[in-house]
């Protein structure tokens, strides 16, 4: 269920650009981010920071495309949010609080060492989307972007998702190993 909704906003998105036009696509995408909030709030009682800095960016880009009717601030809000991302990443690595080991060092206990790869393996990887995301959104067609940023981005996304458990799991202490199987 919440795998759903965190897809939800991105779909609606996609669905009404595909039946509209960028900028009902881009207030939908506003409105389906606030719903996810408030649903995410009903079923599980709280709210992930990531979810609010999301929407509070899908709200300011959006808000701003559709003020100015100018679809630049939607294509930059992807790469601002991946650039958070990548910052809240090595702020952490640097402070000595990985992020990355906080949401999952309890499931997944591996060594500090394998931490710190993963936290510069995805900070990359969300600078390298940024980048790509510049390149596509202003240099190909709309419509290019807009399935590059669905399917493209999302795509990547789960497969990294899947490569990191993968590299997790080869590191886990064998006793850890059986509990899992």
């Known amino acids: 269920m919440k795998q759903l909704l965190d897809f939800l906003p991105l779909l609606v ?12 696509a881009t207030g939908a995408l ?15 009682k709280k709210v992930e920071k990531m979810h609010l800095v999301t929407f509070a960016l899908v709200a300011v880009f959006g808000g701003a495309t559709l003020y ?12 601002i949010v991946y650039a958070l991302f990548a910052a809240a990443l090595i702020i952490g690595q640097l402070i000595d609080k990985p992020i990355l080991k906080s949401m999952l060092g309890q499931e997944m206990p ?8 993963l936290t510069w393996y995805w900070v990359a990887f969300f600078v390298a989307c940024g980048l790509v995301n510049v390149y596509v959104a202003f240099s190909l067609s709309q419509e ?17 998702t899947v490569i990191t458990v993968a590299y997790l799991y080869k590191h886990l202490p064998e006793e ?4 899992l199987e």
């Open 68 to 79: 100015f009717h100018d679809d630049t601030f939607i294509k930059w809000k992807v790469t």
């Open 13 to 24: 998105f996609f669905g009404v650009y595909k039946f509209f036009d960028i900028y009902a």
């Open 110 to 117: 591996v060594e500090d060492t394998i931490w710190a790869r």
């Open 144 to 160: 290019t972007w807009v399935n590059f940023k669905v399917f493209g981005l999302t795509a990547a996304t789960l497969i990294n």
């Open 176 to 179: 850890k190993k059986k509990e």
């Open 30 to 44: 506003v409105v389906a981010t606030l719903i996810q909030l408030i649903a995410t709030y009903a079923l599980f």
